[in-house]
Each structure stands twice: as structure tokens, then as C-alpha cells.
């Protein structure tokens, strides 16, 4: 269903489609791709090992990188289990933390990311038990059962996407997130992307992804949110698709996320908050000058604000809030009031804390000693940069902790009474 002329940039409104034809449309495109797979028996027994557990809501994270979405569902999981101060400040803790974190009502079971160093991240914090798949998703034939399954596609052919999205082989990271839905059926599911999704062909992306979720099975509905209305230091939107499979979505609907944080509320959490401590002791960040494009625009917000958006990129991290702000000369131009010695970038540590990882959260550089120190560190700051912060991403989880913890109790509680009336 490809349009014959492509324009550069300009998007293609989706033919008015009914979902069966849509549903049709997506088969045949999975199928395609699902045929290009080579199946290995490798892989097979490496999904068959996970650990799974059946008084818990099983966990799959697609392109997880170092965690943060699935640290945030963990930590939300725990919150439905001991409360939600108890969560809090055990989470503040590691060693707290590890003898509690069992007792999250989520079980990450498999993760899939072809980032060597987020991996290796990933399996420095989380439990041995988690089978970490570094492999390319499209090559990738059987996925676990699960009840719950976490992931932020990459969407590089939206912005010229044809007649049908499936249709763009740009899009194929998109398909196979489908393809493991359609495969697993879990309760639910939940993506997490740029805002610019919503806005993309004047909306008509955004209404193409929600069509072709929904035909897997899923009531599936985009939330824009900001990461600072949630007690995150950092003006960050991003867009997460809830999906809630046909037959759950008949008891269960996802509520409108709720800020937490901001007027008539609880103050937003600043810079000064966040990271005013370690003003004497930030650890190591990215050095170097700075290029015309970065001081096109301010790069620094003061310690009574939250933080720019932190970025996948060392070279592209804001400034301390320290010294001077920075003077607008023109446009497209502005000033290092004191000079560049003056000026620094946010280091390692201090974007760590403001996408709220915990302090004891530890980061792979991946231990290449050829490698220089900003290359080194730039790995570091990509893995940041790309995670979901993790209290944002614990508070769109809360309501399916919350609903899954009830749940199991439910079945648990009617368990125990059939086999005590067995006993009369």
C-alpha cells in the first residue's frame, strides 16, 4: 500500500481503514518480517529458562538500555506491597533496598537491547535471575510469556511515514514490539516515546500507532506528560501508550496520569534540590569546548529550576547552574558569561540524579582503556540520557502495580479458603 511518490517530509494521511483491515494489513507485515527470522534452538532455550513466577506479574523489557523504566515498574511494585514511604526510602538505600525488592508485585523476567554497556548496566543493578538478550529484536523468534511488557521503540520513518506505518522498513523496530505482543499476549503494556510523536502528519501518526496496537488485542491510549509535574527536576515530555488487553480492559481502565508536583501541590523539585550537594564533589563530566549550534541557544537553568531535557549525548549536556546565567547576544547566539572556564557540563553523576536514579545505581563505561575519557564517559551519558526517568516511570506504573497486587491477593485469598472448605 505504498504511495508510488514520496515527498521528502511531507506525511501521507492513512487511508480510512476499518480495524479489521488495519489488523490485515499489520498480519501480513509481521508475517514478512517474522519469515526473515532463522530460527536457532540457542535462542529457543534461552527463553524457555527464564525464571517465571506465578505470584508475581511476570516482567519483559524491550530495548530496556540500562533500566530506568523497568527500576521505575519495580519500585512502583514494591510501593503496592509495603506502601509507599516504606518504597521510598528503601529504594534510597542499597542495602535496604536489596532485601526488600523481592517483594515487588513485578518480576522482570528478559530483557532484549543491542547496547553492550546499558546491558552491562543493567546486570550490575538488577537481579541475577533477569536473562539479558543482546540481539537484534527483528532476529529475535520466540519471546517469553508475560504478563506485563515494557519498551520505547526507536521511530525513525514517522516524521515521512507512507499510507500505513508498517508499510516504512524504518519502522521495522516498531513491528517486531507488535510482533512480541501478538506473540505473548501480556495484560499489559506500556511504550514510551518522544513528544514529537504526537504531533507528527498533524496527529495522524499518533492515530496510525494506536490503530495498529489496538489491533492486537489492546485498548491503547497516549498520555503526554512532563516529567517535573512528577516530582522529577527536569523539563522533560515524553509520550507513553498504555495498553490494556480486550478482556482486562473489561475490569481495569488506566486513569488519566495526575501530577503529583506544581501549583497547589507539592513544590517542584529544583536543581538545587536534586544535586545542590554535589557542588564540591560532582565526579567526572564531559570536557571540551563548545560549538556554535550548542550556544545557539541557553544552555543553563538556574538552581531554582528544573533542568533542560537531558540528552543521549555527553557533548549536548546542559550546564551547571553555577555562576553566571548565560546573555542572549542575537539570535541564535548566546554568551559563557566568565568564559568557558567558568562554564562546565552537568556531570555523570549529577544527570543521573536528576533522571532520579538512585546514588548506589551504577554505571558500565564498558572498561575500554584505549578508549579516551570523554568517549568513555559519553557511553555513560547516553544510557542516561536514553532512560526513563525512574519516578516518572514508577508513577505510570502505579496503577497497574496497584491493580496487579489486588489481583493476586484475590486469587490467593479464594485459593486459601477452597482449600480450607476442602478440610470440613
Known amino acids: 500500500m505504498k504511495l508510488e511518490e514520496r515527498g521528502r517530509g511531507k506525511f501521507k494521511p492513512a487511508l480510512n481503514l476499518s480495524q479489521e483491515e488495519v489488523k490485515q494489513i499489520l498480519m ?3 508475517a514478512e518480517e517474522t519469515a526473515l527470522i532463522i530460527d536457532n534452538q540457542q535462542d529457543e532455550e534461552l527463553v524457555q529458562s527464564v525464571f517465571r513466577r506465578h ?10 538500555g540500562c533500566g530506568g523504566l523497568d527500576l521505575g515498574f519495580e519500585l512502583a511494585g514494591l510501593a503496592a506491597v509495603i506502601g509507599e514511604e516504606a518504597a521510598l526510602k528503601a529504594f534510597s538505600n542499597e542495602e535496604t533496598y536489596k532485601q526488600v525488592r523481592e517483594q515487588s508485585i513485578f518480576h522482570t523476567i528478559y530483557t532484549n537491547d543491542l547496547f553492550k554497556e546499558a546491558n552491562q548496566t543493567y546486570k550490575l543493578n538488577f537481579p541475577d535471575h533477569v536473562i539479558q538478550h543482546q540481539k537484534d529484536i527483528r532476529k529475535v523468534a520466540h ?4 504478563n506485563v511488557m515494557l519498551g520505547g521503540f526507536p521511530c525513525p520513518g514517522f516524521s515521512e511515514a507512507g499510507p500505513r506505518l508498517v508499510d516504512d522498513e524504518r ?3 516498531y513491528i517486531h514490539f507488535i510482533r512480541a505482543l501478538l506473540q505473548t499476549q501480556p495484560e499489559f503494556f506500556v511504550a514510551e516515546n518522544v513528544k514529537g510523536m504526537m504531533t507528527l502528519g498533524k496527529g495522524e501518526v499518533i492515530k496510525q500507532i494506536v490503530e495498529d496496537f489496538k489491533s492486537a488485542g489492546y485498548e491503547v491510549t497516549p498520555y503526554l506528560v512532563n516529567s517535573r509535574d512528577f ?7 515524553r509520550v507513553f501508550l498504555i495498553g490494556v488487553r480486550n478482556d482486562i480492559a473489561q475490569e481495569f481502565v488506566y486513569p488519566q496520569p495526575q501530577p503529583t508536583h506544581g501549583e497547589g501541590l507539592k513544590p517542584y523539585v529544583t536543581l538545587k534540590d ?9 565526579g567526572p563530566y564531559y570536557t571540551g569546548s563548545y560549538s556554535t549550534i550548542y550556544l545557539s541557544r541557553n544552555r543553563k537553568k538556574r538552581w531554582d529550576e528544573q533542568s533542560f531535557t537531558i540528552q543521549a549525548s555527553g557533548r549536548q549536556a546542559p550546564l551547571h547552574p553555577g555562576g553566571s546565567p548565560m546573555e542572549k547576544a542575537g ?9 568557558e572556564e567558568q562554564n562546565r557540563r552537568l556531570s555523570v553523576k549529577e544527570i543521573a540524579r536528576i533522571q532520579t536514579f538512585p546514588d548506589w545505581f551504577k554505571f558500565s563505561d564498558g572498561g575500554n582503556t584505549r578508549m579516551s575519557i570523554n568517549g568513555s564517559l559519553d557511553k555513560i551519558y547516553k544510557q542516561i540520557g536514553n532512560a526513563v526517568p525512574v519516578l516518572l516511570a514508577k508513577h505510570i506504573a502505579q496503577p497497574i502495580a496497584n491493580y496487579a497486587y ?7 485469598n479464594v485459593n486459601e479458603t477452597a482449600i480450607q472448605t476442602s478440610f470440613i
Request: charge should be negative; aromatic fraction near 10%.
Open 28 to 30: 501480513e507485515k509481521i
Open 55 to 64: 505470584d508475581k506479574y511476570n516482567v519483559v523489557g524491550l530495548f530496556s
Open 143 to 146: 519471546f517469553p510469556l508475560c
Open 171 to 173: 519502522n521495522f523496530l
Open 231 to 237: 516530582g522529577v527536576p527536569q523539563l522533560r515530555e
Open 274 to 282: 536534586a544535586i545542590g550537594d554535589l557542588q564540591d564533589d560532582p
Open 331 to 339: 539570535k541564535d547566539k548566546w554568551l559563557l558569561i566568565g568564559g
Open 406 to 412: 489486588n489481583k493476586l491477593n484475590t486469587n490467593n
